[in-house]
């Protein structure tokens, strides 16, 4: 499950006293280097079949995490059971899970342009070393459950039992995170981008059966005593790791489909020691994000009840946009980027970059308006479902208002320390989160200080927000120090029209439901609040396309050109 935590620290990926970003002399918009080409319909064309696929997953996603919702509520059994689940992925992370979606790609790119034979016997070793290190990173979780869950839980008001039951039928998740994180990376580095993108969808189809079945079987979870033979404990845990191992293993005929045939190879070799010298630096990052993380649960934890499952589906929600937008363009993006980098072609490196940052922004901007315009009703309309509904969906939705203007620095962090990783530099990476959860960690002990119990989520998810902020601004002044000229100016540029566009039509969209409120009041709320949020969503996105084109913003004409191909 993507959640803030790891590599982004609030989520992989995934969390920083920063200098502004000062445009270097003549870095302007426009200034794209001689002889380099932004390619820029070939990244969309690149990158539609991969959010086409993330689209899905983060849809059948939500879905999913409506129906946990729905079926568990806003309390201690769902603080429990996300508490829990989030375990695999930080163990995953802090171990091996940043080495394999950041560090490998390059590695294995070297690998197949340096051997003879595309570096198979390579791959087939680096299977080998990190299916064996999984396993037993696996074993040790599993013996210290009652340890992490304590270290994530304040008991004060959750439940440390009921999350160590969980804890003990989840954390097998983390050798098949593992193993598909690193089938997923030797595909994309083959240019082989569909399997890894659809495969997360399984998973949710088969967290939706198990919910069914869940519901089901009668009675409840069992929380005083805790007992493991609790037939619902066992469905729910069993069967969300059931989801992970199948879409780790669906992946392995795709891997056939381009030729692999795995056979063990033990040994060691030289670009696995690159690997882990950059690996140190990894566990390192993952270790300070998992502080700003560990304070995150436990002052939630001890705000009031529910507050760490609003947390986790407010970044859910935040999730969506970035999932189909963000991590489409990094997908295919971070290849094409280890490729520059290995051949020392910085040009388009930071062409790639300044790309990916502007098409970031045109994507993400005008969604982050609606959301930030709109929270309230999207909580309420999405997660007024079942246990879920009343106070809870609300406050979820204020959650996601309070945070969304952090949903394009956290974009454009991930893709800074992706040019990081693909000139193989992990330790730049590391600093950046020393900053970001530098500056987290005293705005999440403020919360509580600042704010009544029923509200410190709010607080919480903005400080989450505001560390990537500061993350997206020591990036870019870190990569400029780097690389030299990195075309600040046209994203700049591209930023500050695409903010206007969007503002403006938010609050136009946000006025006109104002207007039309008075004659919902006696709707029930639901449908009221679907109400405001479609008209809101199909007045505003729309128009900011339209101030968009009118500001002339250039990067949309390759996604218009794009359209009328199709």
Do not use: H
């Amino acid at each position: 499950m993507t959640q803030p935590l790891g590599l982004s620290s609030g989520p992989a990926a995934s969390s920083e006293p920063v200098p502004p970003w000062e445009a270097p002399p003549g870095d302007g918009a426009g200034s794209a280097p001689q002889g380099r080409a932004e390619n820029t319909g070939s990244l969309v064309r690149s990158s539609g079949m991969i959010a086409i696929a993330s689209l899905v997953s983060r849809l059948t996603g939500f879905v999913r995490n409506l129906a946990l919702v729905a079926v568990l509520g806003f309390a201690v059994v769902n603080d429990s059971y996300t508490v829990s689940n989030t375990l695999p992925n930080i163990v995953y992370e802090l171990l091996l899970g940043g080495v394999l979606t950041s560090v490998m790609i390059p590695v294995l790119v070297r690998a197949q342009a340096e051997d003879a034979d595309g570096g198979e016997r390579f791959t087939r070793r680096l299977l080998t070393v990190v299916g064996a290190a999984l396993l037993v990173a696996t074993l040790i979780a599993m013996a210290a459950a009652p340890l992490l869950t304590a270290l994530y839980i304040d008991s004060s008001r959750a439940d440390p039992a009921l999350a160590t039951a969980f804890a003990w039928l989840l954390l097998p998740q983390i050798f098949f995170y593992g193993i598909g994180a690193l089938l997923g990376a030797i595909l994309n580095s083959k240019q082989v981008f569909g399997p890894f993108a659809w495969a997360p969808v399984l998973n949710n189809v088969v967290l939706l059966g198990v919910l069914v079945v869940y519901v089901l079987v009668p009675g409840e979870i069992s929380v005083d005593p805790v007992r493991m033979g609790d037939p619902k404990l066992l469905v729910l845990g069993v069967g969300t790791t059931l989801g992970i191992v199948v879409q780790a293993l669906v992946l392995i005929p795709f891997m056939r489909s381009i030729g692999f045939r795995y056979r063990p190879v033990w040994g060691w070799d030289p670009r696995l020691s690159l690997a882990g010298g950059m690996a140190l630096w990894i566990v390192a990052y993952v270790l300070v994000g998992q502080a700003g993380y560990i304070v995150t649960t436990r002052v939630a934890t001890a705000a009031s009840d529910g507050s760490v499952a609003t947390y986790f589906n407010a970044w859910l929600l935040l999730q969506v946009p970035y999932g189909v937008l963000g991590v489409s363009l990094l997908t295919a993006l971070m290849p094409r980027m280890s490729r520059a980098a290995a051949k020392g072609d910085v040009d388009q490196v930071v062409t790639d970059l300044s790309l990916g940052a502007r098409l970031s922004t045109v994507g993400l901007i005008p969604i982050a308006a609606v959301m930030t315009a709109f929270g309230g009703a999207l909580g309420t309309a999405l997660f007024s479902v079942g246990a879920g509904s009343g106070e809870g969906a609300a406050r979820l939705g204020a959650t996601v208002a309070w945070s969304a203007f952090g949903l394009l620095p956290y974009a454009v962090t991930m893709l800074q320390m992706r040019v990081f990783y693909a000139m193989t530099d992990s330790r730049t990476p590391t600093l950046i989160q020393v900053g970001m959860v530098g500056v987290k960690i005293p705005l999440l002990l403020a919360c509580p200080l600042l704010l009544p119990p029923e509200q410190v989520v709010l607080g919480l998810a903005a400080a989450n927000s505001l560390s990537f902020v500061g993350g997206a601004l020591l990036g870019q002044w870190l990569l400029r120090r780097r690389l030299g000229r990195i075309r600040t100016g046209e994203v700049l540029t591209c930023l500050g029209k695409t903010t206007v566009a969007s503002a403006a039509a938010a609050a136009i969209a946000w006025g006109l439901t104002v207007l039309l409120e008075p004659a919902l009041l006696d709707w029930p709320d639901v449908a009221r609040a679907w109400t405001l949020l479609l008209v809101g969503t199909l007045v505003a996105l729309p128009l900011a396309v339209v101030a968009m084109r009118v500001l002339k913003v250039r990067e949309l004409d390759a996604v218009f050109r794009r359209l009328a191909r199709r």
